[in-house]
């Protein structure tokens, strides 16, 4: 069978063009057919008949069409996934190769949470630029769960987060530095006056927390209501870390939860509120794609990370 142009060949009785992948994940990620066509600058024809190729070729139903859309069906979404995962591995060794043949420093790719832009990562990359004035740095500040899925599917280099509890087989672990989880209040908070704090005594405080998508949100919840307590009550919500807001604590006897090393560190005019089995156990490091691609600059960006770290680790 003569192949065709610009034609992926997956299995022998397999023909699957490019440019059919690149529409299915297109209209994937933006749900509309219209939409996905303005992503990948082609009519909506043209991505229609790809998809119906595509779908054609594997012999699979890949979205469920209806008035709101394109939803992928099930057998969709785990191809969705493989074919991120392909994407990827592509475009790292399109960009090994490119810098292999013209010697580029290249570009690296960052994800952190903003918890740790101003305490970690900046002065990470301030050392990086002293020693390579021509870097070239794009950082991505999100929450982990992005970032990792975000890392997965190839669009980040390394990211600098919480480390998850359960070591995932595809991603390669390095381990910066702990740092639990505290619930902590203003110095003068007077919480800090009771002899023998318990959880009970947290319940009518009202707290500044992020949103249930943050995992310090999830904590805190599962905490109430392992102990029969109602949610607490939630004055201020954020879609971050609270970290970048310690300025309301300290005005206010809102609670909240942060990384002890970060209260140490700079958060002035607070105090850890010491409640038995109310602190949560956790790791800061660089998480990284295994078998992933990392230029020379990405390595270098981790090697200072470990470095600045060191003391952390040793105390």
């Known amino acids: 069978m003569r192949r065709q142009p610009n034609a992926l060949f997956l299995p022998e009785w397999s023909t699957v063009r490019l440019e059919d992948l690149n529409y299915f994940v297109a209209v994937a990620q933006a749900g509309q057919v219209a939409r996905a066509s303005e992503m990948v600058g082609q ?24 008035s709101r859309g ?35 420093l290249g570009v690296v790719r960052v994800g952190v949470p903003s918890s740790l832009v101003g305490s970690l990562f900046s002065d990470a990359f301030a050392e990086l630029i002293r020693q390579r004035p021509a870097a070239r740095v794009q950082v991505t500040i999100e929450l982990n769960d992005p970032l990792l899925s975000a890392l997965r599917h190839g669009e980040l280099d390394l990211c600098i987060a919480t480390l998850p509890r359960k070591r995932e087989a595809d991603l390669q672990q390095i381990a910066l530095f702990d740092n639990e989880m505290v619930v902590v209040a203003r110095d003068q908070h007077p ?4 002899a023998a704090l318990r959880l009970s005594d947290l319940a009518a405080c009202s707290w500044l927390l992020p949103n249930e998508n943050v995992i310090g949100r999830r904590l805190v919840d599962a905490c109430f209501a392992e102990a029969g307590l109602a949610p607490p009550v939630v004055a201020l919500e954020t879609n971050s870390s609270a970290e970048g807001l310690m300025a309301v604590i300290r005005k206010t006897d809102l609670l909240t939860v942060i990384g002890r090393r ?32 990392q230029s020379p600059l990405a390595e270098r960006l981790t090697e200072i990370l470990v470095k600045r770290t060191a003391p952390y680790r040793e105390a």
């Open 70 to 104: 394109m939803e992928l069906t099930s057998a969709g979404s785990a191809f969705l996934e493989r074919i991120l995962h392909v994407r990827g591995a592509l475009h790292d060794a399109i960009r090994e190769a490119n810098d292999l043949h013209l010697g580029k």
């Open 262 to 293: 970060t209260l140490t560190q700079s958060a002035r005019g607070l105090r850890a509120l010491e409640v038995p089995n109310l602190r949560w156990p956790r790791t800061v490091g660089v998480l990284r794609r295994k078998g992933g691609y």
């Open 43 to 66: 009519s909506q024809p043209a991505l229609t008949k790809g998809i119906q190729r595509l779908e054609g070729e594997l012999g699979i139903r890949l979205f469920e069409r209806s």
């Open 191 to 194: 919480l800090h006056s009771r």
